[in-house]
């Protein structure tokens, strides 16, 4: 789901973070069980470093987002997803598919078959790459101001010019 204002792709997907946290804290609510591990899967390596980091370094947006994403979960429990098809169902609706593929049995409805594999054999990547560049952190201004210097007669005249007082006045 997306708002009906536009905003852009790493701010849905960042969101979608959020309900996955929001799901997360209410599965836990309502069931009477406990559960040994949990494991948040996104497609977006942006998310992923974007979690992994302190919420203060960001704007108000997505500090916001990132800091309710910390209260409920901790960040070793996410980890990323290649966008391939038969990894990621969740691109499924995103590319195009007929409703015949989203049927009873369907990869759509069971989740990727992966999940049914120990969780060492998943082709998750958890480790956050260091080149990448995150759009929503605050921009550091840095300003060079300068004085005017005062202007002074001696400054307006290149003394060394004049030969003789006469030719100066």
Known sequence: MAPLKTIDIVRLELCGAVLSKRCRATIE?????????????????????????????????AA??????????????????????????ADLTTRGCSPAELTTGSVWQRGP?????PEKEWPIIRKVRNDIILPELKQK????????????????????????????V
């Open 64 to 89: 916001n987002r990132v800091g309710e994403i910390h209260q409920g979960t901790a960040k070793d429990e996410w980890a990323w997803v290649p966008g391939k098809p038969w990894m990621n169902v």
């Open 141 to 168: 201004f840095v300003g060079v101001s300068t004085q005017a210097k005062e202007e002074t007669l001696h400054d307006r005249f290149d003394l060394n010019r004049y030969s003789k007082w006469r030719l100066l």
């Open 113 to 117: 078959d992966f999940l049914t594999k």
């Open 29 to 61: 609510a309502e069931m009477e069980m406990s559960f040994e591990k949990i494991v948040h899967l996104i497609d977006s390596e942006i998310v992923q470093a974007m979690i992994n980091r302190e919420s203060y370094g960001f704007n108000t947006f």
